[in-house]
């Protein structure tokens, strides 16, 4: 009879579950979503998620940013990989942080994370204080072999591509240079604008409203073709230097949860942010700011992050090992 008991007892606790599960699922979501940025605020993936915040209200997702930077991304990602996977705790992956996994230079793994949605593909610029001497991309790499290892380049973040395409500046010129990194892009753009930093690899999304006001100049994009953007800039190559010989990387940032997200989370997530990213608002604010909006998601989203992170980490092999 005990037996019995503890058998019915243990019967009903599974229907229990089987039928409160789903019910989560069909709920979300019932309370706000914390979006970690894992950079400085100012930056373009806060400007870009403080934008998505009210498109994403529209869609029954009320997110909260959290800006926790540090360790080229890994701070704030550590603490999405480490936070219970239901949906509540979600956060920006970057090419940035791709890169020092992939490299071994933090305590994450891929698996470590749930991938929702890419929200952006971004080109990269070198920028220049708005008051620097230099008009030009030839100029400033004349400038740079006249003054081997003394010109100074900040980047948000290390060992990443930002990082990368500092590196591959300075092999344009033929020179050694300083690598000055912070901890998000809105550093990087108050450290050139107090001249603290003589030139920055940083996106568009993020200078775009310093360069139309004069503050900072753009001299060059990392990219084949110059960017609609910014027509007026050329591109490296134009310049004579090769940024991609080891092939073709991207900069890109998706949203990612932790590992174990229930598919069904995850698919009411992505939906509601794919119909954010798609939205006439959105599609006027990626034109403005010079980025390109491909939401991706489930099956081709995660090959697309295995193969970035390949690429990335093998690049940045041939060119921190030299």
Known sequence: MITKTILSVAA????????????????YPSKEVRWIIPWNAGGSNDIMARFLQPLLAEQGVSVVIENLPGGTGAVGMGEVATSQPDGYTIGNGTSSTLAIIAQKKAPLENSDFTNVIRVSVDPLILVVPGNSEYETLDAFLAHMKENPGEVSIGTPGTNNLNHIFAAMTARGAGVEYRHV???GGSRVIAEL???????????PSE???????GELKA??????????VLPEVPTFGE??????????????????????????????LADAFEAALTSD???????????????????E???EVNGVAAAIAEVANQVFSE
Do not use: C, H, W
């Open 12 to 27: 009903a606790a599974l229907m229990a579950a089987a039928t409160t599960a789903p019910a989560g699922a069909q709920d």
């Open 181 to 183: 990194p912070f901890p």
């Open 193 to 203: 604008m107090g001249n603290q930093v003589e030139a920055g690899v940083l996106k």
């Open 207 to 213: 200078t775009i409203e310093q360069i139309k006001a």
């Open 219 to 228: 001299l060059g994009a990392f990219s084949k073709e110059r960017l609609e």
């Open 239 to 268: 310049a004579g230097v090769d940024v991609f010989p080891y092939g073709p990387v991207v900069q890109m940032a998706y949203i990612q949860a932790p590992a174990g997200l229930d598919p069904a989370v995850e698919e009411k």
């Open 281 to 299: 608002k959105f599609k006027a604010f990626a034109v403005q700011n010079g980025f390109v909006i491909d939401p991706i998601r489930g099956e």
């Open 301 to 303: 989203l995660d090959k």
